[in-house]
């Protein structure tokens, strides 16, 4: 696979009710400090996610920086992050990148067909 086919990333931080305001702050300082979307705190299951989330949405460049301190910051909140390459079941199932433990998603409701999604540019 060529890098080339990756237009962005999104990394989604898990919580439950009672970590929900941490959830909450980590994505914020996130926006705070880089250069990405952040998408609406999600207090239950949403999508393929099993838990409340809230999304980060962020370009290649972000990666570097973002991802490191999402790894020194999270205090135990799980964080799952996929590349967006326009297929969401491929970017889920296949090239998904866990921070704590693995969560089950319900890879049901993603299809193969091509998806667009709007990415902060560089």
């Known amino acids: ?11 989604h931080v898990y919580f439950d009710a009672s970590t929900q305001e941490q959830g909450r702050a980590l994505c914020l300082e996130a926006a705070s400090r880089f250069k990405l979307a952040m998408g609406r705190v999600h207090p239950g299951p949403v999508g393929p996610h ?7 949405a962020f370009a290649p460049s972000v990666f570097a920086d973002l991802v490191p301190w999402l790894a020194l910051h999270r ?6 992050i996929h590349p967006i390459t326009g297929n969401d079941l491929i970017d889920h199932r296949d090239f998904a990148m866990w921070m704590g433990a693995v969560r089950p998603l319900n890879l049901s409701v993603l299809s193969g067909s091509d998806t667009v999604y709007d990415i902060p540019e560089d």
Do not use: E, N, T, Y
């Open 1 to 11: 696979m060529s890098d080339s086919r990756i237009k962005g990333f999104h990394a």
């Open 50 to 56: 099993p838990d409340g989330s809230c999304q980060l």
């Open 75 to 80: 205090r135990g909140l799980v964080v799952f």
